[in-house]
């Protein structure tokens, strides 16, 4: 009886004991059931994804929040290109990475309780992280640029930039440049008053212009002498195409130096350049720039057009000075008389005419002759009105050549024409043809 009673003991403990057990096991199972909870993956209150199943001894909640720290880090990398995400095997996994960062991984269970391919679940999960870190690093550039554009910050952002050797150079460049143009644009005004013309005026303001950007040039080589030491061998090897590419350029440059220091003309001179006759109204380094005559339009008679020309035109074209050296040219016109008329008579008058017209100019026009004379080998030249006549079967055609000044030859014309039809009219001797 006894033995008994110990059996019984014995099994009533042992149940005991295997119902503890299987408690323990239940609870067991609950914890991790609860622990095993779907989490979230949330940055800055948007939810990018959600983790379902364990990873190892990694719960959802423990991997969500590695994802999340791992995406905050990749974000707040200013220098880091979206592009390098993407999405790889590794073994029976698929990682989802942000260079060789694995922000997450898609196990087979992950794939299964998001009903989906691991790859596809892989490619979802990468679109929406690199969605998410292409418009944060959009927002976080704008508000830094905010951030820096701030006047507290202003001030210490400009004082670095300005403490900088290139800033420090630029900024003695621009001073410099300051300084040779206020210089320059003085001693032109404080000068030019004193020249007699203005085409002297002109041409100093020009030579002035000219020196004083030369002298910026050689200033700012100077400053950046560093720099352009280094650029001497890339100088050197690209100067042949870019002295071929631009050889108009340097061309007309060139033509600028003949015009300005070769006394071929300036502004103010009639002129003939590359077929185009006008008077001089500008000269830049490039072009000149001529106020038209002729054309349509009888008689040196402005047409309206300004051209602009070519400086190396003066290398290739002849050019005709109608001022520059002779401000006067010879011109004629001729007469033609009835042969019955009184051959004597006209010659007188026309003399006449031609002495009341032009007897004054005459007398300049000898100084600028012998000016013109001691200056080049040429032979004298009468400057005196000369009249020849030349008879044919039907009239008597007298030609009366004299100098006139450039710009008068048509107004001179015509006083001659009016002043021969006022004489002759009154003389019944003399019959115009």
């Not at 300005?162 to 001693?187: E, R």
């Not at 042949?240 to 003949?258: D, H, N, Q, T, Y």
């Not at 006209?346 to 200056?375: C, F, M, P, T």
Request: glycine letters at 4%; proline letters at 3%.
């Amino acid at each position: 009886m006894l033995e008994l009673n110990k059996i019984r003991v014995l099994a009533l403990a042992f149940t005991c004991s295997l119902f503890f057990l299987m408690a323990g096991s239940i609870d067991t199972v609950w914890a991790k059931k609860n622990t095993e909870q779907p989490a979230d993956v949330v940055i800055l209150d948007q939810t990018l994804f959600t983790i379902r199943e364990s990873l190892g001894p990694y719960s959802p909640r423990s991997r969500a929040e590695h994802v999340q720290s791992r995406i905050i880090k990749v974000l707040e990398q200013p220098d880091f290109d979206p592009a390098k995400f993407k999405v790889s095997i590794a073994g029976d996994n698929v990682n989802v990475m942000a260079g060789s960062t694995v922000l997450t991984t898609i196990t087979r269970s992950d794939a299964e309780a998001a009903d989906a391919e691991q790859m596809e679940l892989g490619h979802q999960y990468l679109a929406r992280i690199r969605a998410f870190v292409e418009a944060n690093k959009a927002k976080r550039n704008f508000a830094e640029l905010i951030e820096q554009v701030r006047w507290q910050n202003f001030s210490s952002n400009l004082l670095h930039m300005l403490t900088t050797p290139v800033a420090l150079k630029a900024l003695t460049a621009l001073l410099g440049f300051i300084v040779v143009m206020l210089v320059a644009y003085s001693i032109r005004d404080s000068f030019i008053k004193y020249f007699p013309d203005n085409s002297h005026k002109y041409t100093f303001s020009k030579f002035v212009e000219f020196s004083a950007y030369f002298i910026c040039l050689i200033f700012i080589t100077v400053v950046f002498r560093d720099v352009l030491g280094n650029l001497a061998v890339i100088l050197g090897a690209i100067s042949a195409g870019v002295a071929f590419a631009l050889k108009e350029v340097f061309i007309s440059l060139a033509g600028w130096f003949a015009v300005a220091f070769g006394d071929l003309f300036k502004v103010g001179d009639r002129v003939q350049l590359g077929g185009i006759k006008g008077d001089v109204i500008d000269i830049t380094f490039m072009r000149t720039t001529l106020m038209e005559l002729g054309e349509w339009v009888n008689g040196d008679l402005y047409t309206g057009r300004i051209v602009r020309i070519s400086n190396s035109t003066v290398f290739t074209d002849p050019l005709f000075n109608y001022s520059r050296d002779l401000p006067f040219l010879w011109d004629e016109i001729v007469v033609s008389v009835r042969p019955d008329s009184d051959f004597v008579q006209v010659r007188k008058l026309l003399e006449q005419i031609a002495e009341e017209i032009v007897g004054d100019y005459v007398k300049q026009a000898k100084i600028h002759w012998q000016s013109v004379k001691n200056k080049y080998l040429v032979e004298d030249e009468t400057i005196d009105p000369v009249i020849s006549l030349f008879v044919t079967s039907g009239s008597m055609d007298y030609t009366v050549r004299y100098p006139v000044d450039f710009k008068e030859r048509r107004i001179i014309k015509d006083r001659f024409f009016e002043a021969i039809l006022s004489k002759f009219s009154k003389r019944e001797d003399i019959v115009l043809k």
